[in-house]
């Protein structure tokens, strides 16, 4: 059984007796992940056997289901031949303390726990797809943020550069009462390149406001990738222009 691939659909599979729950996230995924196949079960051992026939990129399960024990399907997933870049997201409350630690660290297992709050689930659901992404072994990898949450800290060291596939992001230095907006990226551009130019920390800070969908590669093998994409190096040029433009205009 083959891996999920970043370059295919996004699969889900819904795990829930509840047809409410069950209409809720596929409207949510519908709504904020483009190219998604959604699979659903109504009960634990209907939702093993697809877990088995075809590991998804991501499992939304409940915590008990009809036919199996409570989190049966959570470690059924866990287990699975072919389902290491699978990430899990439970709803319900959060586990004892100690309980799946390292999983809920990496992104493995994320927890859903506040009913019908889209903001949350989608926070949950981003950082589930992050996991499955960065699990598969590629020059670059798919990256997922929800609205509000930053991507770039000013100050940091500089270790990726990003290509914006969809979605609109915001360039900013300080903090809030202070903020000063810099500008706007989106779509086509590319984001932190000048830590490929000049390898020095971030220059400023940077957050999305839409739902966005990011290419992700390693500034020590940008050169690569750049050669194996001539587009990208288009892109990247016309990113360096635009921003030494702004520049120009701010001066």
């Not at 799946?100 to 981003?126: Q, R």
Request: aromatic fraction near 8%; glycine fraction near 6%.
């Amino acid at each position: 059984m083959s891996k999920p691939n970043i370059e295919d659909k996004k699969m889900f599979l819904l795990a829930s007796a509840s047809s409410e729950r069950i209409k809720w996230l596929q409207d949510i995924i519908e709504k904020h992940i483009s190219r998604a196949a959604i699979f659903v079960a109504r009960d634990g051992l209907d939702a093993a056997a697809k877990l088995q026939n075809a590991p998804p990129h991501v499992v939304i399960t409940d915590i008990e289901l009809p036919k199996t024990k409570p989190m049966k399907l959570v470690e059924h997933a866990m287990n699975v031949r072919g389902a290491d870049s699978t990430s899990i997201i439970v709803c319900g409350p959060l586990p004892k303390e100690g309980e799946y630690l390292d999983e809920m660290v990496t992104g493995k297992i994320c927890y859903f726990h506040t009913e019908n709050d889209e903001s949350e689930f989608l926070k949950a659901l981003m950082k589930a797809l992050n996991f499955s992404s960065q699990s598969t072994q590629a020059d670059f990898h798919i990256k997922f943020l929800a609205p509000g949450e930053v991507l770039l800290k000013e100050g940091d060291k500089a270790d990726f550069v990003y290509f914006v596939k969809k979605g609109q992001l915001t360039a900013f230095r300080g903090q809030k009462p202070d903020e000063q907006e810099l500008g706007a990226i989106s779509v086509g551009e590319f984001v932190g390149e000048m830590a490929y130019i000049n390898g020095e920390p971030r220059s400023a800070s940077v957050k999305a406001v839409t739902d966005c969908e990011l290419i992700e590669v390693a500034v020590g093998t940008f050169d690569s990738v750049l050669f194996k994409r001539p587009a990208w190096s288009k892109a990247l040029m016309m990113t360096l222009s635009k921003r030494v433009k702004a520049a120009n205009q701010t001066k």
